[in-house]
């Protein structure tokens, strides 16, 4: 038995993301989803809170034919424990997939096999673009699963991000974290 770890802020989980955790079920037998920078939100670059993130992620696995667990990880201030920070909170895994390049350098020293990938689509399908396109007003529906519109709409983002954009009155960047 197999289990595949995959991390990311996923603000929001997007179609590149469901390239990525499709293959890993195709690959493993389990998947294992961080929901990275967990303590992180309202911000334009991190929007959503852990709790939102794992709704969205966890209706897009509820697709898949495969066992899966979200697990939220909060970030720490030591990279080189930070392996060992995720291992302490998630489910056993043998495999990690990224293709960051510091997650990629802190699990090879970890001595973890990490699997990277081609990037899909990347020109569109980026968390920084989708939310810009969100704040601008322009369509980005089609860049996400539909269960991530639902979550989306259901706890009011759009108006969330505009607002903390500085688009209606608020003063934060793309820069805040
Ligand atoms: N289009 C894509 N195809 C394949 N992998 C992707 C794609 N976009 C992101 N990833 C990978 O998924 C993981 C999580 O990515 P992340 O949540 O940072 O999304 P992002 O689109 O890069 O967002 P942001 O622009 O907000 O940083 C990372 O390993 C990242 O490289
Ligand atoms: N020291 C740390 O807390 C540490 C180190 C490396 C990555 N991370 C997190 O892992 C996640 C990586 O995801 P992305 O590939 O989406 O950037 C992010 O949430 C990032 O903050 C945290």
Same mark, same amino acid.
């Given at each position: 038995m197999t289990r595949g770890f995959y991390i990311g802020r996923?603000? $929001? /989980?997007h179609d590149g993301h469901r390239e990525m955790t499709d293959r890993i079920a195709e690959e493993v037998d389990e998947v294992v989803v961080g929901i990275g920078?967990?303590?992180?939100?309202?911000?334009?670059?991190? $929007? /959503?809170?852990a709790g939102e993130r794992i709704m969205m992620v966890s209706r897009v696995l509820d697709e898949l034919d495969t066992q899966t667990y979200v697990v939220p990880i909060e970030d720490i201030d030591r990279n080189s424990v930070w392996v060992g920070h995720i291992q302490s909170m998630a489910p056993d895994f043998d495999v990690a997939y990224s293709n960051n390049p510091l997650v990629i350098r802190l699990f090879e020293e970890a001595g973890i096999e990490v699997r990277q990938s081609e990037m899909y689509n990347r020109g569109d399908l980026k968390g920084s673009r989708i939310r810009a396109r969100m704040i601008e007003g322009?369509?980005?529906?089609?860049?996400?699963p539909d269960a991530v519109v639902d979550v989306i709409d259901e706890i009011d983002g759009l108006e969330r991000l505009r607002r903390i954009s500085g688009d209606d009155g608020g003063d934060a960047t793309e820069n805040d974290h």
């Open positions: 996923f603000q $929001p /989980f920078s967990a303590d992180a939100s309202h911000t334009v670059r991190n $929007p /959503f809170t322009k369509d980005w529906e089609h860049l996400v």
